[in-house]
C-alpha cells in the first residue's frame, strides 16, 4: 500500500473508526490522493483504563493476552538475572552517514530511535538487557534527545560531543552524559577517519554510573508468548526518511523484521544483517533546533498517528505522552493499548511536514 497514494480494505474500516475521534495527523484515507497528514489514523481520546473498565472485549484481550510476570523493562522478555533488569539504561548515539557504515553495536540494543539529524538519520540506540562490546561510530547529541530518551529514569546517555548549547541542555536533564573521552573505554579505530571513528562499549559506558543509579520502568505492552497480533498482514514497509531510503521486510520463519537501506541489506561491521522484533513508525513534527537552526529538533510529546509493525501484521495506531519522563504509549483505533512481540523494537521517527523544518517523509506499506 503506497502511503497516501492507495487504499487498502482494513486501512478503510480504520478509518471509519477513526472518524468518531479527533484529528491526528496523518490519518488513513480512501482518497486516492491525499497528503501524508491524512493517511494514518486519527487520535483517540480513549484510555486504556477506559478500555479495560467499559468494553468487555477490551478487558477480555487484556487479561488474556498480557504477559501477567515481570519482564525485562525494555523488551518485555523473561527476567532471568532481577540484577540486569535493575541496572541503568545507557543510550549511544550512533551515526547513519554514508561514511559511518557499517555501524558496530546496534543489534544487542533493545530499543532503536532513527531520528533525522540534518542529512542522513542518526540512531538513539538503547541497551539495558544486553551488552555491546564496540558500538558506534558514536557521534553528537541533538537537542530533541533530551525529550526523546527521557523516559528511561535518567540513563547513561553517550555522545561525541556536540553544539555546547545541545550537550549543555542535555547536561541541565537528569541524564547522565559522557562525551568522547570523559570515562573509560573510548577509543578511535584505527581503520576509520574522524569524524567516523569513536567507539565504545556499553558496560565501560554503564560504569560511570553510580550504584544507585535507577533502571528504566517498563516502557510498553507486550503479548503474552503464543498469542497472535491483530491488525492486517503485513510484508513489511519501505520509508524514505530525510536523505535515506529504509526497508523492513517480514520474515515470517523468524517472525522477525529483515532492514535494508538504499537497497541493500542493512549489515554491521560483524557481518549481522539487522533485524527487529517490531518496528513503529512514529510520524512526529520536526522544527529547528534552538541550539542550532541547520539541526532538527522532533517534538515526541503530545500526540501524533502511528503505525506498528508487529508479527507479520500492521496496526495503525495514535501515539501520545504527556512528558518526557514518560514512555510512549500507542493506542489502537478501539482505544486498547497496542501489543508488541516481546524483544527488539525499532522507531521510525518520520516527519508528518507540520513542524517548522522542512521535509515529508514517505511510507509505502507492503
Given amino acids: 500500500m503506497k502511503f497516501g497514494k492507495a487504499m487498502s480494505v482494513v486501512a478503510v474500516a480504520l478509518a471509519l473508526v477513526a472518524c468518531e475521534k479527533t484529528d491526528a495527523s496523518p490519518a488513513p484515507t480512501t482518497t486516492a490522493d491525499t497528503s501524508p497528514s491524512t493517511t494514518v489514523p486519527k487520535a483517540t481520546t480513549t484510555t486504556e483504563e477506559e478500555s479495560t473498565t467499559t468494553s468487555s472485549s477490551s478487558t477480555s484481550s487484556t487479561t488474556t493476552t498480557i504477559a501477567p510476570d515481570p519482564v525485562m523493562p525494555l523488551t518485555g522478555q523473561p527476567i532471568t538475572d532481577p540484577a540486569v533488569a535493575a541496572r541503568p539504561a545507557v543510550v549511544v548515539k550512533v551515526s547513519n552517514d554514508p561514511g559511518a557504515r557499517p555501524q558496530s553495536g546496534l543489534d544487542a540494543a533493545d530499543i532503536v530511535f532513527e531520528a533525522w539529524g540534518a542529512g542522513p538519520t542518526r540512531f538513539a540506540s538503547v541497551f539495558q538487557s544486553t ?13 530533541q534527545d533530551v525529550d526523546l530518551v527521557g523516559s528511561f529514569n535518567g540513563a547513561v546517555f553517550a555522545c561525541s560531543g556536540g553544539n555546547a548549547r545541545a550537550v549543555e541542555a542535555i547536561r541541565s536533564s537528569d541524564l547522565l552524559v559522557l562525551t568522547e573521552g570523559q570515562g573509560p573505554g573510548w577509543y578511535l579505530d584505527k581503520n576509520r577517519h574522524r569524524p567516523h571513528a569513536t567507539f565504545n562499549d556499553t558496560a565501560s559506558l554503564r560504569s560511570n554510573a553510580a550504584p544507585d543509579r535507577p533502571g528504566p520502568a517498563e516502557q510498553y505492552h507486550y503479548r503474552a508468548a ?28 523468524k517472525n522477525m523484521y529483515m532492514r535494508s537501506q538504499e537497497g541493500k541489506p542493512h ?38 498517528s502511528a503505525v ?20 510512549i504509549s500507542l493506542t489502537a483505533a478501539d482505544g486498547s493499548p497496542v501489543l508488541l512481540t516481546p524483544g527488539q523494537t525499532w522507531f521510525e521517527l518520520a516527519n508528518t511536514g507540520n513542524g517548522t523544518f522542512p521535509g515529508t517523509d514517505e511510507l509505502e506499506i507492503l
Avoid at 503464543?226 to 515470517?252: M, R, T
Avoid at 508479527?311 to 495503525?316: A, F, W
Fill in 131 to 143: 551488552d555491546a562490546p564496540k558500538v558506534g561510530p558514536i557521534r553528537s547529541a541533538r537537542t
Fill in 267 to 304: 549489515v554491521l561491521a560483524d557481518g549481522t544483517h539487522l533485524d527487529a522484533d517490531n518496528v513503529v513508525v512514529l510520524w512526529i513534527d520536526y522544527g529547528h533546533s534552538t541550539a542550532d537552526a541547520r539541526s532538527p529538533d522532533g517534538g515526541t510529546i503530545g500526540t501524533g
Fill in 226 to 253: 503464543g498469542a497472535e497480533s491483530p491488525g492486517e498482514p503485513s510484508a513489511g514497509f519501505k520509508l524514505h526518511i530525510e536523505q535515506v531510503h529504509v526497508q523492513w521486510d517480514y520474515d515470517a520463519a
Fill in 308 to 327: 506498528v509493525f508487529t508479527g507479520g501484521k500492521q496496526i495503525p495506531a495514535t501515539w501520545s505522552r504527556s512528558d518526557r519522563l514518560q514512555p
